[in-house]
């Protein structure tokens, strides 16, 4: 399980960084949501992975810390999801403006002469 949590977060990290690096505007605010994407199931992974463990403390049993999941990393990537997802409706109407003043969505703002 490890293993494949390890190389989705390094595909999903891989190619938000290549996207970041293309000339189109919509192709960096698809890196960088990625990349987002990347970094926040990383930090929900360090909250440890668990199955079959009890999601409620019971009353009776001895407190065990560690058979429960760390709840912080989970509140962090519930904030980062809402925040990231502002960002990117901040991002879009920016490359919708620009396109309109531009007439490109070109990073730079002009198409390379060929």
Do not use: C, K
């Amino acid at each position: 399980m490890e293993l494949v949590l390890a190389i989705g977060i390094g595909v999903l990290a891989g190619s938000g960084v290549w996207l970041l690096l293309r000339p189109r505007s919509f192709q960096v605010i698809i890196g960088l949501s990625l990349l987002s994407y990347a970094v926040n199931l990383f930090i929900f992974a360090m909250g440890r992975l668990g199955t079959g463990l009890p999601p409620v403390v019971d009353p009776a049993a001895p407190i065990d810390p560690t058979a429960f999941t760390d709840p912080l990393p989970q509140a962090l990537v519930l904030t980062a999801i809402v925040i990231g997802f502002g960002m990117t409706a901040l991002f879009l109407v920016v490359l919708i403006v620009s396109r309109g003043l531009t007439g490109t969505d070109h990073v730079d703002g002009r198409e390379p002469e060929q």
